[in-house]
């Protein structure tokens, strides 16, 4: 199956079995997080620091030295083109890896052939390589800021690409030799996928979410399910996205019975009622029927 896409990672990879690299960046970009100063200041010292420490994340920069754990990938705009096919970032860049697979960099390919795959859209790399543990390959791409992940077991052809250059490129990663994920190792995963999607909304900015709208699959709104009075505490049908429609239950704070007009609003997900209508008393903030 040929399957040209786009996604911009770096460095030198293949010599660490089990950190997945992410790409080539400027050090001042990193995901916040902690800076860190292992004993071993080369780029296995610091990866492992950050995988020991717990982190999902690992940005690494050797002059001037720099190294950060952190739960979370920077945004795909950050990450910059690398020199070749491989991932080898300049002097002047950075280098991101996740750290808590069992996934191993191979190279960039603007195409490849692997007979069969299953694609699916991800939240980001940590949840394609959990999703992908059960066979041999994992490929990444970066499409309209929407993350591709294909799971494959064999791969027969390939074009070779710069990562991350003006031809769009595919990130391919291999299970280690002989890496096999526990069931330990998943449930990390999963709960670290898990906390990640109760932050991360890869379709509206900081603070909104992106709501499913009725009767339209691919149509959806950004909304502060904070204090938006007709969605307070979440989306009234379900979360948009291409890796899952997951039910966010929100109340429609006008909806609510025996509420005088204009007497509620919705603050920090819960609607505050202050006034009934006649024939309506106020208790533990709801309208109560006389």
């Known amino acids: 199956m040929l399957f ?11 010599s660490v079995h089990g950190y997945a690299y992410q790409g080539c960046l400027e050090f001042a970009n990193a995901a916040p997080g902690t800076d860190v100063t292992p004993a ?19 940005f690494y920069q050797a002059s001037p030295y720099g190294c950060r754990c952190s739960n979370s990938d920077t945004d795909m705009s950050n990450y910059q083109s690398a020199e070749d096919s491989s991932g080898t970032c300049s002097t002047d860049q950075a280098s991101g890896w996740e750290v808590s697979t069992s996934f191993a960099f191979d190279f960039c390919a603007s195409s490849f052939d692997s007979g069969s795959a299953s694609t699916t859209f ?45 031809t769009q ?15 330990t190792t998943r449930r990390q995963l999963k709960r670290r996928l898990e906390n990640r999607r109760r932050t991360l909304n890869a379709f509206c900015p900081v603070g909104l979410t992106s709501c499913a709208l009725a009767g339209d699959v691919n149509a959806f709104e950004c909304v502060d399910t904070q204090s938006e009075l007709e969605s307070c505490g979440g989306c009234m049908g ?3 996205g291409p890796v899952s429609r997951a039910p966010m239950p929100g109340v429609d704070c006008s909806a609510l019975p025996g509420v005088a007009m204009g007497a509620v609003t919705c603050a920090r997900g819960e ?3 202050s ?10 903030n709801r309208c109560v029927s006389l």
Request: hydrophobic fraction near 35%; proline fraction near 3%; aromatic fraction near 10%.
């Open 4 to 14: 040209p896409t786009i996604l911009a990672l770096a460095v030198l990879a293949r």
């Open 40 to 58: 071993d200041t080369g780029l296995d010292g610091c990866l492992a620091d950050c995988n020991t420490l717990g982190f999902s994340y690992g």
């Open 122 to 166: 991800v939240s980001g790399a940590e949840e394609c390589y959990s999703r992908c543990s059960p066979t041999t390959y994992g490929s990444l791409s970066r499409v309209d800021g929407v993350y591709i992940c294909q799971c494959f077991n064999t791969l027969t052809s390939y074009t070779a690409a710069t990562c991350g250059g003006s």
């Open 169 to 183: 490129t595919t990130y391919i990663y291999q299970h280690a030799p002989n890496a096999a994920v526990s069931g």
């Open 238 to 240: 379900s979360v948009f």
């Open 271 to 273: 609607c505050l009622v």
């Open 275 to 284: 006034a009934c209508k006649s024939g309506y008393a106020l208790m533990n």
